[in-house]
């Protein structure tokens, strides 16, 4: 079965710096793999997925993720962070039939002036 | 115009009862979710509806049963409601016919507490 590991659940960030959020996945076959970002009291919102095309992934908001098959990685970056990249951010992936995500356990990111 | 609509945004209730929430897609998508957010922020899926069948069920508390009158409709009812049932709960839709793989599309959750 598939699983999703979230390395380091909170992570703060100045202003304009590099954001990395870290996503690791467990699956012998290619994986369909997705981040999502959930602002407070919000439902989630999808930032890019990953489904077997190009392995570097452009999202919304200035946000893109590399899959890295050797590394099992999939892992989130922003050259610049903002303010409202505040947020919590899960990566996700098809596990099984029916479009079954599974979620990791999320990264709260915080941007401090 | 709201893609995914969940009702009530908020619910508080005692111990021991039972309530529902309701879920509405205008995406025209033919699957639905329920999923669980804890206090942990982790998420689950329970449920999901493809045309108003069942085709996923979790390991979930029988007190909980989904109940999809049609495919644009998904509704959540729990039965004697316990502390731990305390949670977010997000709904979701998605095309899984055509493309494999669609995005999922979430509803703005619902806030229930369980006194």
């Known amino acids: 079965a598939q699983s999703v590991t979230q390395l380091g659940s909170h992570v703060s960030v100045s202003e304009g710096a590099l954001v990395l959020l870290r996503c690791n996945y467990s699956?012998?076959?290619?994986?369909?793999l997705f981040w999502y970002v959930q602002y407070p009291n919000q439902g989630l919102q999808l930032l890019l997925k990953?489904?077997?095309?190009?392995?570097l992934v452009k999202g919304i908001n200035g946000f893109e993720a590399e899959f890295k098959k050797s590394e099992t990685s999939f892992h989130l970056t922003k050259p610049s962070a903002h303010m409202s990249d505040a947020a919590e951010y899960f990566c996700?992936?098809?596990?099984?039939?029916?479009?079954?995500?599974?979620f990791g356990a999320g990264t709260r990111l915080a941007v401090h002036p | 115009d709201t893609a995914v609509s969940q009702t009530p945004k908020y619910l508080v209730t005692q111990m021991g009862n039972d309530k529902s929430i309701k879920c509405e897609q205008n995406?025209?998508?033919?699957?639905m979710y329920w999923y669980k957010q804890d206090s942990k922020k982790f998420l689950k899926i329970m449920f999901s509806?493809?045309?108003?069948?069942?085709?996923i069920n979790e390991t979930v508390p029988n007190r909980f049963s989904p109940k999809s009158p049609d495919k644009a409709h998904l509704n959540l009812h729990i039965n004697s409601l316990e502390l731990g049932d305390s949670a977010v709960y997000f709904c979701?839709?998605?095309?899984?016919?055509?493309?494999?793989?669609?995005?999922?599309?979430f509803g703005p959750g619902t806030r229930l507490t369980v006194l």
């Open positions: 979701a839709s998605s095309q899984l016919g055509g493309s494999a793989y669609n995005e999922q599309f």
């Open positions: 699956s012998s076959v290619p994986p369909y």
């Open positions: 990953y489904t077997s095309a190009a392995t």
């Open positions: 996700a992936a098809i596990s099984g039939g029916y479009n079954k995500l599974i």
């Open positions: 995406l025209g998508h033919d699957t």
């Open positions: 509806y493809n045309n108003k069948e069942l085709i």
